[in-house]
Nanobody, 128 residues
Framework: QVELVESGGGLVQPGGSLTLSCIAP????????VGWFRQAAGKEREAISC?????????YSDSVKGRFTISRDNEKEKIAYLQMDNLKPEDTAIYYC????????????????????WGQGTQVTVSE
């Protein structure tokens, strides 16, 4: 398993922006898919974005498409980001990053259980 640490969460007004970071302090994320998931109170965990370790292809759920942008730092190979713009109250949740090695088969789009390493989560609250 890979140690992952999320940061960047907080309280923001509707329409505002936040950038979440997913850091692997002791590991290189090259060739690993990095997925972002969120879980709101009383709801199931939702996959919202993923970046492939094979070719950096990105994926987004319909709920965040056009507002969120996933990326990775290919120079340092230890950090992935989730830029969140035009935030809405319904984006309020705990956000988790997760990673899984991609040898040949693409992991992005697979169920959450496919990802073997998870961070501790960071709270995002969108409210007036």
């Amino acid at each position: 398993q890979v140690e992952l640490v999320e940061s960047g969460g907080g309280l923001v007004q509707p329409g505002g922006s936040l950038t979440l970071s997913c850091i692997a302090p002791t590991f290189t994320l090259a060739n690993y898919a990095v997925g972002w998931f969120r879980q709101a109170a009383g709801k199931e965990r939702e996959a919202i974005s993923c970046i492939s370790g094979l070719d950096d292809t990105t994926f987004y759920s319909d709920s965040v498409k056009g507002r969120f942008t996933i990326s990775r730092d290919n120079e340092k190979e230890k950090i992935a980001y989730l830029q969140m713009d035009n935030l809405k109250p319904e984006d309020t949740a705990i956000y988790y990053c997760a990673t899984e090695f991609e040898a040949v088969t693409r992991v992005c789009g697979s169920p959450a259980a496919t990802f073997s390493s998870w961070g501790q989560g960071t709270q995002v609250t969108v409210s007036e």
